[in-house]
């Protein structure tokens, strides 16, 4: 009993464990998955380019793209095509991350965001709007003007394909 009171009484003193959610946030690891952003480049063009490919490697189908046509008066990415609508069901997605795996560009991430509270099937559907990454400094928003012949690569030139 003498043994039990010590081990109470040692406790009394050490510094408390409990993280004061939402005020204080835990960090997550570095291989989390949380919730998904679709990236942007330096220049503000999206990186996703509508082919769809993360709807077809997702397992739970809670992806779905619709693709259009870019052009140089009114482009969103590099290449022929972008994604006019993506959206992501968060009532079905299990946070595989084989939609980040199978993406060309590396355009869907799933990052490191995990309050995903909603209250409505509604909600539960991710738009690109929710989904797209802000422009980053010194980059333009999306649609963008562009000089004719210069973004004609869909997937950027790997620099080493062994990579
Ligand atoms: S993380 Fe997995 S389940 Fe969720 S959208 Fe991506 S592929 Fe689908
Ligand atoms: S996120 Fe990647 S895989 Fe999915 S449609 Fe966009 S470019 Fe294709």
């Known amino acids: 009993m003498l043994e039990g009171l010590m081990t109470t009484l040692k406790s009394m003193f ?25 990236k942007r480049y330096e220049n503000g063009l999206e990186k996703c380019i ?10 739970a189908d809670a ?25 992501i069901n968060m009532l079905r997605c299990i946070f595989c991350g084989f939609c980040e795996d199978a993406c060309p560009t590396e355009a869907i991430v ?11 099937r509604a909600e539960s559907i991710y738009t690109k709007d929710m989904l797209l990454e802000p422009v980053p400094p010194g980059g333009q928003p999306t ?5 004719a012949g210069v973004f004609t690569r869909s997937v950027p030139e790997m620099k080493d394909p062994t990579d």
Not at 16 to 38: M, S, W
Not at 50 to 59: E, I, N, S, V
Not at 110 to 120: A, K
């Open 63 to 87: 992806i779905f793209v619709e693709s259009a046509e870019n052009t140089d008066e009114e482009r969103y990415s590099p290449g022929e095509r972008y994604a006019s609508t993506y959206e």
């Open 110 to 120: 799933l990052g490191d965001n995990y309050e995903l509270s909603f209250t409505s």
């Open 50 to 59: 509508g082919c769809a490919l993360c709807a077809a490697a997702c397992p």
């Open 14 to 38: 050490e510094k408390p464990v409990t993280i004061q959610y939402p005020e204080q946030k835990r960090p997550v690891r570095a291989r989390f998955k949380g919730r998904h952003v679709l």
């Open 143 to 147: 649609p963008q003007r562009t000089p």
